[in-house]
């Protein structure tokens, strides 16, 4: 049975730092791209980051190059997003997701899996 779980969400005060983490069962990470993704009430669900199957590349929404670092490790079956200097247009709930594609995509209709998503609230 495939499973995501993300978990590392909470409040925080602009300007701080959390590390999300997305543990995934029931399928081979080393198959899958891996994203996480960010969704606020009334809006759709937005891309954050995206990381390749092994790890050696990754590609950023503009709105968090530089704030923001996805990594994985296939061994523990685990993603993470270290997000930093935080604002509070972060507020959102963030999503992890896999996909088998061949090529690196930000669209999240092409994601195959989805954990429950985590909130993180950024405010002071």
């Known amino acids: 049975q495939v499973q995501i779980v993300e978990s590392g969400g909470g409040l925080v005060q602009p300007g701080g730092s959390l590390r999300l983490s997305c543990a995934a069962s029931?399928?081979?990470?080393?198959?899958?791209?891996m994203a996480w993704f960010r969704q606020t009430p009334g809006k759709e669900r937005e891309f954050v980051a995206h990381i390749w199957r092994s790890g050696s590349s990754t590609y950023y929404a503009e709105s968090v190059l530089g704030r923001f670092t996805i990594s994985r490790d296939n061994a523990k079956n685990t993603v993470w997003l270290l997000m930093n200097s935080l604002k509070p247009e972060d507020t959102a709930v963030y999503y992890c997701?896999?996909?088998?594609?061949?090529?690196?995509?930000?669209?999240?209709?092409?994601?195959?899996?989805w954990g429950q998503g985590t909130q993180v609230t950024v405010s002071s």
């Open positions: 029931g399928f081979s990470l080393d198959d899958y791209a």
């Open positions: 997701a896999a996909n088998d594609r061949p090529w690196t995509t930000t669209m999240a209709k092409e994601y195959d899996y």
